[in-house]
């Protein structure tokens, strides 16, 4: 079985930095050729991919968020993070992670998902 679970901060203030880590169970984040994702939604709108770390530690940003996210990952946990700097009321969203076993970055090919952790940005 692979579980998936966000860990948030909930609130956060504008313009601050906002850390998700993402805990993986029932499979490695380092198993050959899979893929881990960030991906949120914003109220009122769809699912919008944040960013993929594959096995190998290579990350993918969308071209939206690459000058203010970082994924990193610690293998000796199996969790994979998300800091995404500077953060503004647009990036209130529910966040989640997910993976798939082959690298991806299309949202449909992610085969396993987290619950989301609501992220609010308000002062």
Same mark, same amino acid.
């Given at each position: 079985?692979?579980?998936?679970?966000?860990? /948030?901060?909930?609130?956060?203030?504008? @313009?601050?930095?906002?850390?998700?880590? $993402?805990?993986?169970? /029932?499979?490695?984040?380092?198993?050959?050729?899979?893929?881990?994702?960030?991906?949120?939604?914003?109220?009122?709108?769809?699912?919008?991919?944040?960013?993929?770390?594959?096995?190998?530690?290579?990350? +993918?940003?969308?071209?939206?968020?690459?000058? *203010?996210?970082?994924?990193? *990952?610690? #293998?000796?946990?199996?969790?994979?993070?998300? &800091?995404?700097?500077?953060?503004?009321?647009?990036? #209130?969203?529910?966040?989640? $992670?997910?993976?798939? *076993? *082959? @690298?991806?970055?299309?949202?449909?090919? +992610?085969?396993?998902?987290? &619950?989301?952790? &609501?992220?609010?940005?308000?002062?």
């Amino acid at each position: 079985q692979v579980r998936l679970q966000e860990s /948030g901060p909930g609130l956060v203030n504008p @313009s601050h930095t906002l850390s998700l880590t $993402c805990a993986v169970s /029932g499979d490695s984040i380092s198993t050959s050729y899979s893929s881990w994702a960030w991906i949120r939604q914003a109220p009122g709108k769809g699912l919008e991919w944040m960013g993929t770390i594959t096995y190998t530690g290579d990350a +993918y940003y969308s071209p939206s968020l690459r000058s *203010r996210a970082s994924l990193s *990952r610690d #293998t000796s946990k199996n969790q994979f993070a998300l &800091q995404l700097s500077s953060v503004t009321a647009e990036d #209130t969203a529910v966040n989640y $992670c997910a993976g798939a *076993r *082959r @690298s991806v970055t299309a949202i449909p090919a +992610y085969e396993d998902w987290g &619950q989301g952790t &609501q992220v609010t940005v308000s002062s």
